[in-house]
């Protein structure tokens, strides 16, 4: 007797077992079906030979594949499941990744065969001439150019705030089962007040827990305004408009409708991890974007003040040179950039003429998008000796040109802007960034 209903126990244990895996009907997973992946709409539905056409959109079995098979073979791609039953490897390489069998704008396991995620510059800055609109494109950049490292990722984060050697490195940033569009279901579109999205989860914040592990940005205190607090944040203009700003073409400047990039990216780059970069080859700057005081204090794009002369472009006023707090990401691309560094190529209301590499003076490109250059001084672009040489403010003294230049030359051969100018930098006396 005790046989037979441990018999009925077991059988009745494997049976909601497996209705919970093979049910087919509408998910119920709390913020999940609020997400990308989840949305019963545009959610994930995996499209590869052998999967089941008949699965709704969102459903979990997109993604995860509990005993490596559906009805009794193993649908595209063969191989899984991986760590947290994933349908293939969680991660091998740059751009092997289980998450860009499905994010890439060719080849796509998606339904449709191509998933577009465009660039920052596109989604906040609405220059929605570039080209850049898949995930695994954004992190194939290499020099020239740039992208977040994988490896590095995976390497950092493991025994930090729950992650392990398992950890997907795109879940550093991304909770998967909560992580938005933004725009929702828009890829073509830039970010409006009416189409907006939340995508990242702090990583401090991780929790095995996913349910647990919220959004970051979706929430008051969560944004620039208040990151900055007595101090200003000055959103850059969207691409060709002087009256309208990032991130979603508004007219709100002050960050209140824009993530806290800061705390969420100086998580892990900050004054204190040291993180190795296999791209550069060698540890990266510490960013101090907290410190004040001046000379002996933090980066002056950060809460530190600027040097009395700040020869600034609108919408930024030098009247207010010692408040400006700026976002990570009003120069930064998240995944990868043609730039060094993930520079955007799209800076506050226009595009850099030129590209940002190992070029003697490349990094004036950048600079010159919010900082005036020779041409307000009836000079040549991205030349730099007014504000060097000539302001009522300049650190150096003219017509002492070799001591830094160098010989040859009228004028005198330029010099790297990164010379001085990096996170963390100071020269002549002065903090320089």
């Given at each position: 007797m005790r046989r037979g209903k441990s018999r009925i126990l077991i059988i009745s244990v494997v049976f909601l077992v497996s209705a919970v895996f093979l049910y087919t009907g509408p998910a119920d997973a709390g913020s999940y079906l609020n997400s990308a992946h989840g949305d019963s709409t545009y959610g994930a539905k995996r499209s590869a030979t052998g999967f089941p056409t008949d699965y709704p959109t969102g459903l979990c079995a997109h993604c995860h594949e509990q005993h490596a098979s559906i009805g009794g073979s193993e649908p595209a791609p063969a191989g899984g499941p991986d760590k947290y039953l994933l349908f293939n490897t969680s991660n091998v390489s740059q751009t092997v990744n289980v998450c860009f069998n499905c994010h890439t704008d060719t080849g796509s396991y998606q339904a449709g065969g191509s998933l577009l995620n465009r660039c920052y510059s596109f989604r906040a800055g609405g220059w929605t001439l570039d080209t850049l609109d898949d995930i695994l494109e954004a992190f194939s950049f290499t020099s020239p150019g740039a992208s977040h490292h994988l490896d590095d990722i995976s390497t950092f984060i493991d025994g930090r705030w729950g992650y392990t050697s398992d950890s997907n490195p795109c879940a550093a940033c991304h909770n998967p089962h909560s992580a938005q569009g933004d725009p929702p279901n828009a890829?073509?579109?830039?970010?409006?007040?009416?189409?907006?999205?939340?995508?990242?989860?702090?990583?401090?914040?991780?929790?095995?827990?996913?349910?647990?592990?919220?959004?970051?940005?979706?929430?008051?205190?969560?944004?620039?305004?208040?990151?900055?607090?007595?101090?200003?944040?000055?959103?850059p203009y969207r691409y060709g408009s002087t009256t309208t700003f990032e991130p979603d073409g508004s007219t709100t400047q002050d960050g209140s409708n824009l993530t806290d990039f800061v705390s969420f990216c100086t998580d892990c780059h900050n004054a204190t991890n040291t993180?190795?970069?296999?791209?550069?080859?060698?540890?990266?700057?510490?960013?101090?974007?907290?410190?004040?005081?001046?000379?002996?204090?933090?980066?002056?794009?950060?809460?530190?003040?600027?040097?009395?002369?700040?020869?600034?472009?609108?919408?930024?006023?030098?009247?207010?040179?010692?408040?400006?707090?700026?976002?990570?990401?009003?120069?930064?691309?998240?995944?990868?950039?043609?730039?060094?560094?993930?520079?955007?190529?799209?800076?506050?209301?226009?595009?850099?003429?030129?590209?940002?590499?190992?070029?003697?003076?490349?990094?004036?490109?950048?600079?010159?998008?919010?900082?005036?250059?020779?041409?307000?001084?009836?000079?040549?672009?991205?030349?730099?000796?007014?504000?060097?040489?000539i302001s009522p403010d300049h650190p150096y003294t003219p017509n002492r040109c070799r001591s830094c230049h160098g010989s040859g030359g009228n004028p005198p051969p330029p010099i790297r802007c990164s010379l001085c100018h990096y996170h963390g930098s100071s020269a002549a006396n002065r903090r320089t960034f």
């Open positions: 890829p073509n579109s830039a970010k409006s007040i009416s189409t907006r999205g939340w995508p990242v989860s702090r990583p401090s914040l991780h929790s095995r827990d996913n349910d647990a592990w919220g959004l970051w940005g979706d929430d008051i205190g969560e944004r620039m305004s208040d990151y900055v607090g007595g101090l200003l944040y000055q959103a993180i190795y970069s296999t791209t550069l080859g060698g540890t990266l700057e510490l960013i101090d974007w907290v410190t004040t005081g001046g000379e002996s204090g933090g980066d002056k794009h950060g809460k530190n003040y600027a040097t009395g002369g700040i020869d600034i472009k609108p919408p930024f006023l030098p009247t207010n040179y010692r408040q400006y707090v700026l976002s990570c990401t009003d120069c930064h691309e998240p995944h990868g950039s043609p730039n060094d560094y993930l520079i955007r190529r799209e800076v506050n209301g226009s595009v850099l003429a030129g590209t940002v590499g190992s070029g003697t003076k490349d990094f004036g490109y950048l600079c010159r998008q919010c900082h005036v250059d020779d041409t307000n001084y009836s000079g040549r672009p991205n030349f730099w000796e007014y504000v060097h040489h």
